[in-house]
T-cell receptor, first 113, second 111 residues
Framework: NAGVTQTPKFQVLKTGQSMTLQCAQDMNHEYMSWYRQDPGMGLRLIHYSVGAGITDQGEVPNGYNVSRSTTEDFPLRLLSAAPSQTSVYFC????????????FGNGTRLTVT | GQQLNQSPQSMFIQEGEDVSMNCTSSSIFNTWLWYKQDPGEGPVLLIALYKAGELTSNGRLTAQFGITRKDSFLNISASIPSDVGIYFCAGRLNRDDKIIFGKGTRLHILP
């Protein structure tokens, strides 16, 4: 039982490149979400999903796309990376109940040069 | 957008002291969560609160869900070196599924 698995752990991109950050969970959680963490800014919600086929925007969605074709996976896509997207990205999941807490992966550290 | 105001931003305390931090908002929440993050890792859940007025403990940690549903506090008693880290409050808004986070309180413990 791996919990929440994020890959890769580290990534360096050039401006304009695209890439996908992967998030997989084996806990059958309905809720999945992506946050970015920047110094002094805490964790800011990018996109979230309450179930397969359903996604919605968080606080800072611009520059990112998501899809949720399966319960287990919630990839985050950067179509054209920008230096402002240099950050640590966390995937977090939870049961579908309204009051269930989030469980976090260990993060992906992304640098855009 | 919605905001959680977490304070203080950082704390320097002596080992053995008690610690208190809090989060406030102008929005109403139906869940309050407190997390701790160690360097290089994701946040780990400490305490979850689900009802206004609820007071919950987890070892030396105690947290309360404010009666107005717009605030929460976390207390740590008799701090020890492994309490060092960043503490985040988080809340699930009453009207949707989003969970938003405060900016964190960085706890430093002096020997």
């Amino acid at each position: 039982n791996a919990g929440v698995t994020q890959t890769p752990k580290f990534q360096v991109l050039k401006t304009g490149q695209s890439m996908t950050l992967q998030c997989a969970q084996d806990m059958n959680h309905e809720y999945m979400s992506w946050y970015r963490q920047d110094p002094g800014m805490g964790l800011r919600l990018i996109h979230y999903s309450v179930g397969a086929g359903i996604t919605d925007q968080g606080e800072v969605p611009n520059g990112y796309n998501v899809s949720r074709s399966t319960t287990e996976d919630f990839p985050l896509r950067l179509l054209s990376a920008a230096p402002s997207q240099t950050s640590v990205y966390f995937c977090a999941t939870g049961r579908g109940a309204k009051n269930s807490p989030l469980h976090f992966g260990n993060g992906t550290r992304l640098t855009v040069t | 957008g919605q905001q959680l105001n977490q304070s203080p931003q950082s704390m320097f305390i002596q080992e053995g002291e008690d610690v208190s931090m809090n989060c406030t908002s102008s929005s109403i929440f139906n869940t309050w969560l407190w997390y701790k993050q160690d360097p290089g890792e994701g946040p780990v859940l400490l305490i979850a609160l689900y009802k206004a007025g609820e007071l919950t403990s987890n070892g030396r940690l105690t947290a309360q869900f404010g009666i107005t549903r717009k605030d929460s506090f976390l207390n740590i008693s008799a701090s020890i070196p492994s309490d060092v880290g960043i503490y985040f409050c988080a809340g699930r808004l009453n009207r949707d599924d989003k969970i938003i986070f405060g900016k964190g309180t960085r706890l430093h413990i002096l020997p």
